[in-house]
């Protein structure tokens, strides 16, 4: 069993930056994609980067690229989202998630954190 928890969400301004954190724990990591996805006030929740615990893969959505960073440590069990010149556009909860496959669908991720609010004010 796999179980995700996030932090490091906060009320920020426009342009300022955070480091978003997931702790994994459970079986071998290594096997999985880590994703990213955040939900925003009556909007569906979408994806906003994934990739592999090497970082030989990697992929973002395009309102995100240039600004945020996906990244992992498989020793230490975690996982970040680093996002830089926040917009109020990026509020929303984000979530963390882990596949079995390199997927930007939230259907393909059977493991969730419970998510982390993201407010950035204008």
């Known amino acids: 069993q796999v179980q995700l928890v996030e932090s490091g969400g906060g009320l920020v301004q426009a342009g300022d930056s955070l480091r978003l954190t997931c702790a994994a724990s459970?079986?071998?990591?290594?096997?999985?994609?880590m994703g990213w996805f955040r939900q925003a006030p009556g909007k569906e929740r979408e994806i906003v980067a994934y990739?592999?615990?090497?970082?030989?893969?990697?992929s973002y959505a395009d309102s995100v690229k240039g600004r945020f960073t996906i990244s992992g440590d498989n020793a230490k069990k975690m996982v970040y989202l680093r996002m830089n010149n926040l917009k109020p556009e990026d509020t929303a909860v984000y979530y963390c998630?882990?596949?079995?496959?390199?997927?930007?669908?939230?259907?393909?991720?059977?493991?969730w954190g419970q998510g982390t609010q993201v407010t950035v004010s204008s």
């Open positions: 998630a882990l596949s079995s496959v390199a997927s930007a669908r939230e259907s393909d991720y059977p493991y």
């Open positions: 459970g079986r071998t990591l290594s096997q999985y994609f």
């Open positions: 990739n592999t615990w090497s970082g030989s893969f990697t």
